[in-house]
């Protein structure tokens, strides 16, 4: 199964600044269409998950614009530009790329 | 709007059976594949299974193989997910979730399953 490693566990960010996710997965997510199928979803509190980020820079309907995507070979970042309280929460990757999907562990965004 | 509404969760003992229920609506439910996740109360999210549009192909995770079967019904825009000879770790919110592993763009609110004598 694809390994997606997240970092870091924990993000301690100070509203107003910006903060980044990191997910390596560790092989090549790029599907045989040429498509790279990495979502991000974001899980505040108590809530469902709910999809950011698809196909590593997509941002869905309603998402704010100061969410992010971007990719590196198998390294992915999902970056926030400026904090804000409503983003505090889980943020999850995932892979669909190989069977069977397999999601990063998780990291936890919190405000100092 | 789309919404999906799962259902049909609760406790039950180790090996027991539980049928779960996703009722869709606010999209055409048989253009799309077909999603279950879970979650371990506390834990990370977890790959279920999928299903296709006409239900001719389901997908599942290897350690749920010949326990859980995913079905779908159309005409009642409707997803399933029945589980057998259910274990202590099956416990989870499970979810239903539109889309494949490609997609996965919109998600219910979870029913839980808790699986303990």
């Known amino acids: 199964d694809v390994v997606m490693t997240q970092s870091p566990l924990s993000l301690p960010v100070t509203l107003g600044q910006p903060a980044s996710i990191s997910c390596r997965s560790s092989?090549?997510?790029?599907?045989?269409?040429?498509?790279?199928?990495l979502i991000w979803f974001q899980q505040r509190p108590g809530q469902s998950p709910r999809r950011l980020i698809y196909?590593?820079?997509n941002r869905d309907s309603g998402v704010p614009d100061r969410f992010s995507g971007s990719a590196s070979g198998t390294d992915f970042t999902l970056t926030i530009s400026r904090v804000e309280a409503e983003d505090v929460g889980v943020y999850y990757c995932?892979?669909?790329?190989?069977?069977?999907?397999?999601f990063g562990g998780g990291t936890k965004v919190e405000i100092k | 709007e789309v919404q999906l509404v799962e259902s049909g969760g609760g406790l039950v003992q180790p090996g027991g059976s539980l049928r779960l229920s996703c009722a869709a609506s606010?999209?055409?439910?048989?253009?799309?594949?077909m999603s279950w996740v879970r979650q371990a109360p506390g834990k990370g999210l977890e790959w279920v299974a999928n299903?296709?549009?006409?239900?001719?192909?389901?997908y599942s995770m290897d350690s749920m193989k010949g326990r859980f079967t995913i079905s779908r019904d159309n005409a009642k825009n409707s997803l399933y997910l029945q589980m057998n000879s259910l274990r202590a770790e099956d416990t989870a919110v499970y979810y239903c979730?539109?889309?494949?592993?490609?997609?996965?763009?919109?998600w219910g609110q979870g029913t839980l399953v808790t699986v303990s004598s």
């Open positions: 979730t539109r889309g494949s592993a490609w997609g996965a763009d919109y």
């Open positions: 606010g999209f055409t439910f048989s253009n799309y594949w």
């Open positions: 299903i296709k549009l006409d239900g001719s192909e389901m």
């Open positions: 092989q090549s997510l790029v599907y045989s269409d040429g498509n790279t199928y």
């Open positions: 196909k590593v820079s």
């Open positions: 995932m892979q669909g790329t190989h069977w069977p999907p397999t």
